[in-house]
Nanobody, 126 residues
């Protein structure tokens, strides 16, 4: 089992920045890919960013490229998402996710994710 606990998030005006953190505990060797999903009201959950176990490979949704940065610190069992130049359309519940492979971030609303965090709200006002 792996437990994921998120922190960060909150409310910010458009153009502002927020950072999210996710701390892993448990059998962390059982998962390789870590990342973030988000879900806005009435919309399907979508993959936002993902990072490989060594941190050498990252992928981003087109909608956040150039604005969001994912990173991880394996010594702290932590994954981070720095969000800059935030837009109202970034408003959503953000979920930390852990998976054994990259497939969940290719679509399907996160199907195949092995472990989820509880979610943290990000609200961007215009």
């Amino acid at each position: 089992q792996v437990q994921l606990v998120e922190s960060g998030g909150g409310s910010v005006q458009a153009g502002g920045s927020l950072g999210l953190s996710c701390i892993l505990s448990g059998n962390t060797d059982s998962v390789n890919w870590m990342g973030w999903f988000r879900q806005a009201p009435g919309k399907e959950r979508e993959g936002v960013a993902v990072i490989s176990d060594e941190g050498s490979t990252t992928y981003y949704a087109d909608s956040v490229k150039g604005r969001f940065t994912i990173s991880r610190d394996n010594a702290k069992n932590a994954v981070y998402l720095q969000m800059n130049s935030l837009k109202p359309k970034d408003t959503a519940m953000y979920y930390c996710a852990a998976a054994r492979n990259l497939a969940p971030w290719y679509g399907g609303g996160g199907s195949g994710v092995n472990f989820w965090g509880q979610g943290t709200q990000v609200t961007v006002s215009s």
